[in-house]
Nanobody
């Protein structure tokens, strides 16, 4: 019944922008920290960004800071990742995730996220 469905990924050129969406249902969206992770071929899953329950706090991986923006619309149970100035190194499958963890400091740890989407593929050509 829990669903997280990512969308928006596609093939783009370096320097382009994309907006990823994560539509959710089946759980208390407002009670969960929302995060974005990514996994490139041959690499481990890595943290990208997280936003707290009300959208007031965000945290980003150093590799995307200043280029990506995470935000959420609690009325729509949807989280977003705005990706600007994309680079070939951003090529990966992007996953959204939801965490019931009460400690904001743990938001970058993948194991605190209970619910995961299936991912949307982002490919950035040079």
């Amino acid at each position: 019944q829990v669903q997280l469905v990512e969308s928006g990924g596609r093939l783009v050129q370096a320097g382009d922008s994309l907006r990823l969406s994560c539509e959710t249902s089946g759980f208390s969206f407002r009670r969960h920290v929302m995060g974005w992770f990514r996994q490139a071929p041959g690499k481990e899953r890595e943290f990208v960004a997280a936003v707290d329950w009300g959208g007031g706090q965000t945290h980003y991986a150093d590799s995307v800071k200043g280029r990506f923006t995470i935000f959420r619309d609690n009325a729509k149970n949807t989280a977003y990742l705005q990706m600007n100035s994309l680079k070939p190194d951003d090529t990966a499958t992007y996953f959204c995730a939801a965490s019931y963890e009460s400690n904001w400091a743990a938001m970058m740890i993948s194991r605190v996220y209970s619910y995961w989407g299936q991912g949307t593929q982002v490919s950035v050509s040079s």
